[in-house]
């Protein structure tokens, strides 16, 4: 039996004790499936709560605790371990295999190949050779992000998939933009196919919709905060609700998909903001090049990422020494 609450809360007619068994009402029906929308006027009191909550318990629920929910309620479904991965884009590219290992000593989870044909974005990089040869410096896992137009995506997938594979053939996070790929469903099922991990990125503005048919296929969705093509960007704030919708739609689905975010992450009210919405895996170039010691770039990235999935989120303008106060 599908069961929809309908509720409106306002904080000015309600006293602290309301506030605090709202909180628990919203946690319980979270932690159980329920999903509450927020569209009508009808107003619960804490009494009402706590026999619907009791209720409940009557049969076989358990009560529900106080978590990072309770404060921070934009959070949707179950936290996920979060990963620093670097592009390296802003890397010395003539000691390629140095920075990658350089990267895999200061303790990041994957390695990011921004790939560029000059015709999707106005750029250029490089392509699976400079990645494969990147691979015996390093066993840290590698991800390509496909920034291509779609007759590049369909000739030379296979050669993406298996220049990122890992140093004993694991998957490799290959990352194809819903605008570069006419038949996206086909070329997500290529990779898989080929041996990769198969994943979606959508430019600022593209709807989160565009990847709704294609989430059974995919590991990743990378959202992303800038537009793509250069390093050094400004981190475009609106890309949180579409964080947050995508979260919706692979929670509500039951799906085992992390979000990446890319561009203009850095260890400050950026990586919080989209860790606060959702965004697990944050992809971070001139933020994590900015520091000599890249150990504690990644450090002070992974702390502001957690704090705001436990629900302290880092104020723009406050540096990390805020989350000690």
């Known amino acids: 039996i599908k069961t929809k609450i309908i509720l409106k809360f306002t904080p000015k007619n309600s006293s602290r004790t309301e506030q605090k068994v709202l909180n628990l009402f919203i946690n319980f029906f979270i932690d159980h499936n329920f999903h509450p929308s927020i569209l009508s006027t009808m107003k619960f009191t804490a009494p009402i709560l706590l026999g619907v909550i009791s209720g409940a318990a009557a049969f076989g629920a358990t009560a529900p605790t106080f ?72 066993s840290c896992p590698f991800e390509t992000q496909l920034m291509v137009s779609n007759y590049n995506c369909d000739t030379m997938l296979d050669q993406y998939t298996d220049s990122t594979k890992g140093p004993n053939g694991e998957p490799g996070v290959v990352i194809a933009h819903v605008e570069g790929n006419v038949h996206l469903h086909r070329n997500l099922a290529r990779i898989r196919e080929a041996g990769g991990s198969p994943s979606v990125a959508l430019n600022p503005h593209t709807p989160a919709e565009m990847v709704e048919n294609v989430l059974d296929l995919v590991d990743h969705v990378l959202v ?77 990235l992974r702390t502001i990422a957690e704090a705001a999935m436990k629900g302290k989120v880092l104020p723009k303008g406050e540096t990390i020494e805020w989350l000690t106060k």
């Open 224 to 300: 992303m905060t800038v537009n793509p093509g250069f390093g050094g960007q400004a981190y475009i704030p609106t890309m949180v609700d579409k964080i947050r919708k995508i979260r919706k739609m692979i929670v509500d689905r039951g799906l085992d998909i992390d979000i990446e975010v890319d561009g203009g992450v850095k260890a400050d009210w950026t990586i919080a903001a989209c860790a606060d919405a959702g965004a697990n895996c944050f992809i971070a170039g001139s933020g994590m090049f900015a520091y000599d010691d890249l150990s504690v770039g990644c450090q002070e």
């Open 67 to 138: 978590s990072r929910r309770s404060t921070s309620l934009n959070v949707y479904g179950e936290p996920r371990p979060v990963q620093i991965i670097p592009s390296v884009l802003p890397a010395d590219w003539a000691n390629m295999g140095a920075e990658c290992k350089r990267l895999e000593d200061a303790g990041v989870d994957r390695i990011q190949f921004d790939v560029m044909d000059g015709n999707f974005v106005p750029n250029l990089t490089f392509g699976p050779e400079l990645i494969a040869a990147c691979r015996k410096y390093t």
